[in-house]
């Protein structure tokens, strides 16, 4: 789909090209990336619906799994609606303080979920390597205070992208290389040296990616050393079944985030439509996977949603 009367943007105005190369297909490429989007909203909205309904499900894990779900509606519908747009309807045009808005929910709700994927695996290795304490170590107020933590530092770390972005002269192209506002692809368009903003930004997210799996990854060293000294074999498939989903989901989010990292510092020969296309899946993925994993693993949520749809399909 060409691009329309891009010879003279507004000065507050910049252009979304899309994924390069690819112009033609951005119709079809919209349908699954729009599908995706339906069960990303009704497959978390779901999550938080069963968990506000169902007293038992009021634990720490199912609570940070609402603050997660939270953060995946935060982040598809920061992107997914706009990108939209930009597929069917040919809107390239967006406000330069809506490209700063959007560039802040992106990065910093990202960090969040990083955040959360954290807290969740501390939650997994205290019901587990020390379960008597579970309900005494993760209390409300706790997981109350790890949350605001979590977010605080998603925000404190990510507000000066924009902040900084708005500091910027901005004398050349105003297309963004992209089919939303990442802030490698507008820092790109900045006409002074960026070269400290940049290392800033990949600094920021390499510390916080790296120190989450860093983390995580040594919670579940002791989680596999606890479990493996069990006595039964019964009770190690159920103490590791319990990790199924969180293991799934996070391969899923930091396998794709890393490799959109990696491609900024040391990915100068990747073709541009497959950075983006992985930065879209970096965006997309994890909040479409997590309701379907959780609620198909997760037997008190499965058999929670399957009790209200034979509720539903006995009345008529």
Request: hydrophobic fraction near 50%; aromatic fraction near 12%; charge should be positive.
């Amino acid at each position: 789909m060409p691009l329309l009367n891009i010879s003279h943007p507004s000065p507050d105005t910049f252009l979304l090209m899309g994924i390069p190369g690819l112009e033609r297909l951005h119709v079809w490429i919209g349908i699954p990336f729009c599908s995706m989007y339906v069960v990303a909203v009704v497959g978390n909205v779901t999550i938080l619906a069963v968990v506000r309904a169902e007293r038992s499900l009021h634990e720490p894990m199912f609570l940070f799994l609402c603050m997660l779900s939270v953060t995946d509606l935060v982040l598809s519908s920061s992107t997914l609606p706009r990108m939209l747009c930009l597929f069917w309807l040919g809107a390239h045009d967006i406000a330069f303080d809506t490209c700063l808005a959007q560039m802040f929910f992106i990065h910093s709700f990202t960090a969040v979920e990083s955040g959360f994927f954290l807290a969740m695996a501390i939650d997994r290795y205290v019901a587990i390597c020390h379960p008597l304490r579970h309900s005494t170590i993760l209390t409300h107020v706790h997981i109350t205070v790890m949350s605001i933590i979590v977010v605080i530092r998603g925000v404190a770390f990510f507000s000066p992208h924009p902040i900084l972005l708005k500091q910027l002269p901005y004398c050349r192209t105003r297309i963004i290389a992209h089919t939303y506002c990442e802030f490698m692809a507008v820092v790109k368009l900045a006409c002074v040296d960026t070269g400290t903003t940049k290392r800033y930004s990949l600094s920021v997210a390499t510390i916080i990616g790296s120190c989450d799996a860093a983390l995580i990854a040594a919670s579940y060293a002791f989680i596999l050393r606890s479990v493996f000294r069990l006595p039964s074999r019964e009770a190690s498939f159920k103490a590791l079944g319990t990790c199924g989903s969180h293991v799934c989901v996070i391969l899923v989010f930091y396998s794709t985030a890393g490799f959109s990292i990696f491609t900024h510092r040391f990915g100068k020969n990747i073709p541009a439509h497959i950075h983006i296309f992985i930065a879209n899946m970096y965006l997309l993925l994890p909040p479409f996977l997590n309701p379907i994993v959780y609620g198909v693993r997760t037997k008190k949520i499965r058999e929670h949603v399957l009790r209200i749809l034979m509720v539903k399909v006995s009345k008529f």
